[in-house]
């Protein structure tokens, strides 16, 4: 038998779909929300990743579907949410980034990420917000940020302005959504272990990063599993508007 707390982090009978799954943080939450019991749909650019996701999601009991989505068209956008029917979590977590020195960065490398990670972002949610509305139901939007949207580093401005500014568009969809019984928070991590960054956190640059890290660690993919069922389930049911920071105290780090 289930208890209470249990029950609360559940998301059995849920549907929930996360953008930019193919690797990464991506293809984790998508595992650790079928794991919770929701019918994941799993999106991104690449369709070979996503098949095999969906076929260990499905090896494990879970229930996947895959789509390939291109978050910077809305009418993209427009095609899948209509596709893979009512959803109650949207993970928003497809993101790009390209590191160039201010003074040599240049308009078609701003515009990439700002439109994938903050336009693509603002997309995705407002379409998944207007089918929820619609549908008369609520549900749970989490928006991915980063430490970046509050501390800086060199050589990555566009990527700052996006994530600084999709942690205040958070506040402001939970703002108004609320009253449609629709939760809209962020996730931050910080710097996480991940296929994507191994190598580079590995070196000799990334040790030393990590000794400006608190906890003298990067955090794993899986330390961000509470902080995401919170969000998507009822357990989080009183939170909206917030950010829930997982990045081993890097933020407190001292100047």
């Not at 009512?86 to 993970?91: A, S």
């Not at 240049?106 to 994938?116: A, F, K, M, N, Q």
């Not at 794993?220 to 950010?243: F, I, K, N, V, W």
Request: hydrophobic share 45%; with cysteine.
């Amino acid at each position: 038998m289930q208890s209470d707390m249990t029950r609360l982090f559940s998301l059995d009978g849920r549907r929930a779909l996360v953008t930019g799954a193919s690797s990464g943080l991506g293809r984790h939450f998508a595992l650790t929300l079928a794991a919770a019991g929701a019918e994941v749909v799993v999106a991104a650019r690449r369709s070979a990743p996503l098949e095999e996701l969906v076929e260990a999601i499905e090896a494990a009991g879970g229930r996947a579907r895959a789509f390939a989505l291109d978050v910077t068209c809305r009418d993209d956008i427009c095609r899948v949410l209509d596709a893979a029917g009512p959803l109650d979590v949207l993970v928003n977590n497809a993101g790009v980034s390209d590191s160039q020195p201010l003074l040599t960065c240049d308009d078609e490398s701003w515009d990439r990420v700002l439109d994938t990670n903050l336009k693509g972002a603002w997309a995705m949610a407002q379409e998944t917000a207007r089918r929820m509305v619609a549908a008369g139901k609520g549900g749970s939007l989490i928006n991915v940020t980063s430490i970046l949207a509050s501390r800086v580093a060199g050589a990555v401005a566009p990527y700052l302005a996006a994530k600084a500014g999709l942690a205040h568009l958070t506040r402001a969809m939970a703002l108004e959504l609320a009253r449609h019984g629709i939760r809209v928070n962020a996730l931050a991590p910080g710097y996480v272990m991940t296929d994507l960054n191994e190598a580079f956190l590995a070196s000799e640059a990334g040790q030393k990063l990590r000794a400006r890290i608190p906890s003298r660690r990067f955090n794993q993919p899986a330390d961000l599993d509470g902080a995401l069922l919170l969000l998507a389930s009822d357990a989080g049911r009183g939170m909206t508007g917030s950010e829930i920071v997982v990045d081993g105290g890097h933020q407190c780090s001292s100047l």
